[in-house]
Protein backbone atom coordinates (compact mmCIF):
# COMPACT_ATOMS: atom_id res chain seq x y z
CA UNK A 1 0.00 0.00 0.00
CA UNK A 2 3.02 2.60 0.75
CA UNK A 3 3.89 2.34 -2.88
CA UNK A 4 0.73 2.88 -4.36
CA UNK A 5 0.34 6.24 -2.10
CA UNK A 6 4.48 7.43 -3.08
CA UNK A 7 2.75 7.08 -7.15
CA UNK A 8 -0.14 9.04 -6.01
CA UNK A 9 1.74 12.03 -4.82
CA UNK A 10 4.46 11.44 -7.50
CA UNK A 11 1.27 11.67 -10.10
CA UNK A 12 -0.42 14.57 -8.45
CA UNK A 13 3.10 16.66 -7.73
CA UNK A 14 3.31 16.19 -11.77
CA UNK A 15 -0.35 17.19 -12.47
CA UNK A 16 0.26 20.28 -10.61
CA UNK A 17 3.63 21.17 -11.74
CA UNK A 18 2.32 21.09 -15.11
CA UNK A 19 -0.02 23.64 -14.73
CA UNK A 20 2.27 26.41 -12.68
CA UNK A 21 2.80 29.62 -15.20
CA UNK A 22 5.91 30.05 -16.56
CA UNK A 23 8.65 32.10 -18.48
CA UNK A 24 11.74 30.74 -20.32
CA UNK A 25 14.38 32.50 -22.49
CA UNK A 26 15.99 30.10 -24.79
CA UNK A 27 19.37 30.81 -26.39
CA UNK A 28 19.84 27.67 -29.73
CA UNK A 29 23.55 27.08 -30.43
CA UNK A 30 23.67 25.42 -33.63
CA UNK A 31 23.00 25.32 -37.09
CA UNK A 32 19.47 26.81 -36.59
CA UNK A 33 18.89 29.63 -39.35
CA UNK A 34 18.18 28.93 -43.06
CA UNK A 35 16.62 25.63 -41.58
CA UNK A 36 13.11 26.93 -40.63
CA UNK A 37 13.97 26.44 -36.84
CA UNK A 38 11.30 29.71 -36.11
CA UNK A 39 8.38 28.99 -38.02
CA UNK A 40 8.64 25.29 -36.74
CA UNK A 41 9.34 26.59 -33.20
CA UNK A 42 5.87 28.84 -33.92
CA UNK A 43 3.97 25.54 -34.75
CA UNK A 44 5.23 23.90 -32.06
CA UNK A 45 4.33 25.91 -29.39
CA UNK A 46 1.02 27.14 -30.93
CA UNK A 47 -0.30 23.54 -30.75
CA UNK A 48 1.08 23.23 -27.25
CA UNK A 49 -0.93 26.88 -26.24
CA UNK A 50 2.60 28.62 -25.61
CA UNK A 51 2.79 32.59 -26.12
CA UNK A 52 5.25 34.66 -26.88
CA UNK A 53 8.27 35.07 -29.39
CA UNK A 54 11.68 33.50 -31.81
CA UNK A 55 13.75 35.73 -33.83
CA UNK A 56 17.23 35.39 -35.38
CA UNK A 57 20.48 36.50 -33.57
CA UNK A 58 23.37 38.11 -35.59
CA UNK A 59 25.71 35.68 -34.23
CA UNK A 60 23.49 32.70 -36.07
CA UNK A 61 21.66 31.71 -32.74
CA UNK A 62 17.92 31.28 -32.12
CA UNK A 63 16.96 33.13 -28.99
CA UNK A 64 13.20 32.90 -28.14
CA UNK A 65 10.97 33.68 -24.99
CA UNK A 66 8.45 31.43 -23.77
CA UNK A 67 5.59 32.15 -21.67
CA UNK A 68 2.64 29.04 -20.41
CA UNK A 69 1.94 26.15 -18.62
CA UNK A 70 4.81 24.34 -17.02
CA UNK A 71 4.16 21.26 -18.56
CA UNK A 72 3.71 22.98 -22.08
CA UNK A 73 6.36 25.07 -22.06
CA UNK A 74 8.92 22.28 -21.08
CA UNK A 75 7.56 20.37 -24.52
CA UNK A 76 8.24 23.35 -26.54
CA UNK A 77 12.16 23.28 -24.50
CA UNK A 78 12.31 19.64 -25.48
CA UNK A 79 11.43 19.99 -29.68
CA UNK A 80 13.96 22.71 -29.43
CA UNK A 81 16.52 20.65 -28.31
CA UNK A 82 16.27 18.45 -31.55
CA UNK A 83 14.96 20.81 -33.59
CA UNK A 84 13.90 20.60 -37.50
CA UNK A 85 14.58 17.90 -39.74
CA UNK A 86 18.38 20.27 -41.13
CA UNK A 87 18.72 21.74 -38.29
CA UNK A 88 21.58 20.39 -35.97
CA UNK A 89 21.08 21.66 -32.04
CA UNK A 90 24.07 22.26 -30.30
CA UNK A 91 23.29 23.99 -26.90
CA UNK A 92 20.09 25.43 -25.60
CA UNK A 93 20.32 27.20 -22.86
CA UNK A 94 17.31 28.26 -20.45
CA UNK A 95 16.89 31.08 -18.39
CA UNK A 96 14.08 31.15 -16.12
CA UNK A 97 12.18 34.52 -15.67
CA UNK A 98 9.47 36.23 -13.92
CA UNK A 99 5.98 34.80 -15.13
CA UNK A 100 4.48 38.65 -16.87
CA UNK A 101 1.41 37.10 -18.88
CA UNK A 102 1.46 40.02 -21.04
CA UNK A 103 1.96 38.09 -24.86
CA UNK A 104 -1.48 36.81 -26.45
CA UNK A 105 0.56 35.02 -29.54
CA UNK A 106 3.16 33.38 -30.63
CA UNK A 107 5.00 35.50 -32.94
CA UNK A 108 8.32 35.25 -34.98
CA UNK A 109 10.20 38.52 -34.64
CA UNK A 110 12.22 40.09 -37.40
CA UNK A 111 13.15 43.38 -34.69
CA UNK A 112 13.50 43.89 -30.89
CA UNK A 113 11.08 42.33 -29.09
Do not use: C
Not at 3 to 22: A, L, M, P, Y
Not at 33 to 44: C, K, T
Not at 56 to 76: F, H, I, M, S, T
Not at 80 to 86: A, D, F, L, V, Y
Amino acid sequence: MQKKNVNFRDSKNSENDGKEKISVRLLVTGKVQGVYFRFNLQQIAKKNSVVGWVRNLPDGRVEALLEGNKGDVDKVIEWSMIGPENARVDDVKTDYLQYEGKFSDFVIQHDEP
